[in-house]
């Protein structure tokens, strides 16, 4: 399926420019909107359509109900809750520190990263990987330009470096010990209805599966611990002999094999 960028439908010279950045970045035709529904375009096209508006970048992939673009959703709310003191459980189980080394085998939205940028530092590093191009550039960009309302976030979101690769083809080519966190958050086996937020990613998102390889690589890449995350019924606990961290009431829980 191919995809090609156009602009909001009241473009202006700003919106221009964010559609010819992305149509150079993402190497996609830039086609003027004239008015037309993306509906319309996909037809006209039989293609995806990456929408650059006045403040954000729109991917309407055919048969998507809704658009995919970036917003830190729940990051913020669970960073004011670490800003309070309180507890997160994704930090908990990778035990991160300030001043560690995170690597996100499966970046999405970023929402994961984000709290292990702010915890880290900017003594440490988070680097984000992502297998579909579109995600990763409009993830990319959002961290960047996102209008966030509080210092901690834009600092947290700013830090984090994403790189647009298939996962095992970047674990692959890393040292041993490279990262002393290794977190890997596969699209879950069953979706969880009530995480409505997500139900685009899951459209636009790369279909991927834990596979012994990807442990096995994030395992030797890492200098304390891999953290996986999935669902409550997933059989990747058992089948990895992954050390679980229950959730009682939550539906999906973490896993991690430690060194």
């Not at 089948?239 to 896993?255: A, D, M, N, V």
Request: charge should be neutral; aromatic fraction near 10%; include cysteine.
């Amino acid at each position: 399926m191919s995809t090609i960028v156009t602009t909001g439908g009241r473009p202006d010279d700003h919106s221009r420019l964010l559609a010819q950045t992305a149509a150079e970045k993402l190497h996609y035709p830039m086609i003027e909107r004239h008015k037309r529904s993306v509906a319309q375009l996909q037809q006209q096209y039989e293609s995806d359509v990456l929408v650059a508006g006045k403040n954000r970048y729109e991917l309407y992939r055919i048969g998507m109900k809704e658009p995919f673009f970036f917003h830190p959703n729940s990051a913020a709310f669970r960073l004011k809750r670490l800003l309070n003191g309180e507890s997160d459980p994704m930090i908990e189980a990778c035990g991160l520190r300030t001043g560690d080394t995170f690597l996100d085998c499966t970046l999405g939205l970023a929402s994961d990263s984000i709290l292990a940028s702010f915890t880290v530092g900017t003594g440490g590093k988070v680097l984000g990987i992502e297998g579909d191009p579109d995600v990763a550039f409009i993830t990319a960009t959002g961290l960047k330009t996102f209008p966030a309302k509080f210092e901690e976030l834009v600092g947290a979101m700013d830090r984090i470096e994403v790189i647009q690769s298939e996962a095992i083809d970047f674990l692959r080519q890393q040292p041993e010990a490279a990262w002393d966190v290794v977190y890997i958050d596969p699209m879950f086996h069953q979706p969880i209805e009530e995480s409505s937020n997500f139900t685009p990613l899951r459209t636009v998102g790369m279909d991927q599966r834990l596979t012994a390889e990807w442990v096995e690589q994030a395992l030797r890449v890492c200098k304390r611990r891999i953290v996986v995350k999935d669902r409550f019924d997933s059989p990747a606990f058992d089948l990895f002999k992954l050390e679980r961290t229950i959730r009682p009431t939550s539906k999906f829980h973490y896993g991690r094999l430690s060194k």
